[in-house]
């Protein structure tokens, strides 16, 4: 099933316009030749409610839900990807839709410094957020600086997602672009997963090509894993455990994804920007929200099961109610 929106005449720049060809272009390089197998259709029961609609947000990157605090918070990059122009913000946004704070941390006010922030997650009480080549600790409570990692000496480009590991360390997503006079390119042997220690201490816990572009990565609790999807050409989603030296296709989809999740009951979900749709994968059943343009990181409602989808560049955010899993 999918929701139609009206009245949306929002266009992107023309830098947008011009990465989204580059990346486009960039993951026709390798195209999968594997296709995955046909699905059951979803039943009624399956199919996702539209519940509200957030506007007036500044490309909205990333959604994360507070389970203490009820409410979201979004990323917004405000500007160019990779420039260090002190715009960025992060917002709060109620489980309704409704903003709480729009500029809840604000780069250039208050001590804080936030360029273009993207993925985060959060560890305690601390907010983690990627920024280009450095990853940010706030506050939860009050948006107040309280750490700075700085991923500089690994020659970090594009950090894009984060999550939390079981030994409590942090694993970020670099993508592997950079931008040369308003130019992106994609580097050989950019494609990583950093570590960030408890003790702050950064690795490189996996290199690999096979990556292709990481962007979402979130670790599944029942399959003791890591699930790592990629933006370029593949159109495979992959499993990955700490210490190994490959990724292993686990499942298929539709290719340049973005962001994924584990609900608590397994189930996956993923957001694709190839045919602008969020998925709710369980097994060999699949069940797409559809006319989501420009689907970025999605965020997990736990207590309502819904879900919180950022669209970058319409700058707003949709939420649906997720059905319970059905039995197959």
Same mark, same amino acid.
Not at 229 to 251: A, C, H, L, N
Not at 254 to 274: I, K, N, Y
């Given at each position: 099933?999918?929701?139609?929106?009206?009245?949306?005449? *929002?266009?992107?720049?023309?830098?947008?316009?011009?990465?989204?060809?580059? !990346? @486009?272009?960039?993951?026709?390089?390798?195209?999968? *030749?594997?296709?995955?197998?046909?699905?059951?259709?979803?039943?009624?029961? =399956?199919?996702?409610?539209?519940?509200?609609?957030?506007?007036?947000?500044?490309?909205?990157?990333?959604?994360?839900?507070?389970?203490?605090?009820?409410?979201? &918070?979004?990323?917004?990059?405000?500007?160019?990807?990779?420039?260090?122009?002190?715009?960025?913000?992060?917002?709060?946004?109620?489980?309704?839709?409704?903003? =709480?704070?729009?500029?809840?941390?604000?780069?250039?006010?208050?001590?804080?410094?936030?360029?273009?922030?993207?993925?985060?997650?959060?560890?305690? +009480?601390?907010?983690?957020?990627? =920024? @280009?080549?450095?990853?940010? %600790?706030?506050?939860?409570?009050?948006?107040?600086?309280?750490?700075?990692?700085?991923?500089?000496?690994?020659?970090?480009? &594009?950090?894009?997602? @984060?999550?939390?590991?079981?030994?409590?360390?942090?694993?970020?997503?670099?993508?592997? !672009?950079?931008?040369?006079?308003?130019?992106?390119?994609?580097?050989?042997?950019?494609?990583?997963?950093?570590?960030?220690?408890?003790?702050?201490?950064?690795?490189?816990?996996?290199?690999?090509?096979? /990556? +292709?572009?990481?962007?979402?990565?979130?670790?599944?609790?029942?399959?003791?894993?890591?699930?790592?999807?990629?933006? %370029?050409?593949?159109?495979?989603? &992959?499993?990955?455990?700490?210490?190994?030296?490959?990724?292993?296709?686990?499942?298929?989809?539709?290719?340049?994804?973005?962001?994924?999740?584990?609900?608590?009951?397994?189930? /996956? !979900?993923?957001?694709?920007?190839?045919?602008?749709?969020?998925?709710?994968?369980?097994?060999?059943?699949? *069940?797409? @929200?559809?006319? /989501?343009?420009?689907?970025?990181?999605?965020?997990?409602?736990?207590?309502?099961?819904?879900?919180?989808?950022?669209?970058?560049?319409?700058?707003?955010?949709?939420?649906?109610?997720?059905?319970?899993?059905?039995?197959?």
């Amino acid at each position: 099933m999918t929701f139609t929106f009206a009245n949306v005449r *929002t266009r992107p720049s023309r830098r947008w316009i011009a990465l989204l060809a580059l !990346l @486009i272009a960039c993951g026709e390089e390798a195209k999968d *030749t594997e296709k995955p197998a046909s699905t059951p259709r979803p039943t009624a029961e =399956d199919v996702p409610g539209r519940a509200a609609t957030a506007t007036g947000f500044k490309q909205p990157e990333s959604a994360r839900y507070d389970s203490l605090a009820d409410v979201f &918070f979004i990323s917004n990059i405000n500007g160019k990807l990779t420039e260090h122009d002190n715009n960025g913000f992060i917002s709060r946004m109620r489980p309704d839709g409704t903003i =709480d704070s729009l500029a809840f941390i604000a780069g250039g006010r208050n001590g804080v410094t936030l360029d273009a922030p993207k993925g985060m997650v959060i560890l305690g +009480d601390t907010l983690w957020v990627t =920024d @280009i080549d450095v990853v940010r %600790g706030f506050d939860r409570r009050t948006g107040a600086p309280v750490a700075t990692v700085s991923l500089k000496p690994q020659h970090a480009l &594009f950090l894009n997602d @984060i999550a939390v590991g079981p030994d409590g360390a942090l694993y970020i997503t670099d993508t592997g !672009l950079e931008f040369t006079d308003g130019t992106a390119k994609h580097p050989p042997s950019t494609d990583r997963i950093f570590k960030i220690a408890p003790d702050h201490t950064v690795t490189v816990a996996l290199k690999s090509d096979s /990556l +292709d572009r990481p962007n979402g990565i979130t670790w599944d609790l029942r399959g003791k894993r890591f699930i790592v999807v990629p933006y %370029g050409g593949s159109k495979r989603i &992959f499993g990955w455990r700490p210490g190994e030296k490959q990724v292993t296709p686990i499942g298929f989809g539709a290719g340049r994804f973005d962001g994924v999740e584990v609900l608590p009951d397994g189930r /996956l !979900l993923v957001s694709s920007w190839a045919d602008s749709s969020v998925t709710i994968r369980s097994g060999n059943v699949s *069940t797409s @929200i559809g006319n /989501l343009p420009s689907p970025a990181d999605v965020g997990i409602d736990t207590r309502r099961l819904h879900v919180a989808v950022p669209l970058l560049m319409r700058d707003r955010v949709e939420i649906f109610s997720i059905p319970p899993m059905q039995k197959q």
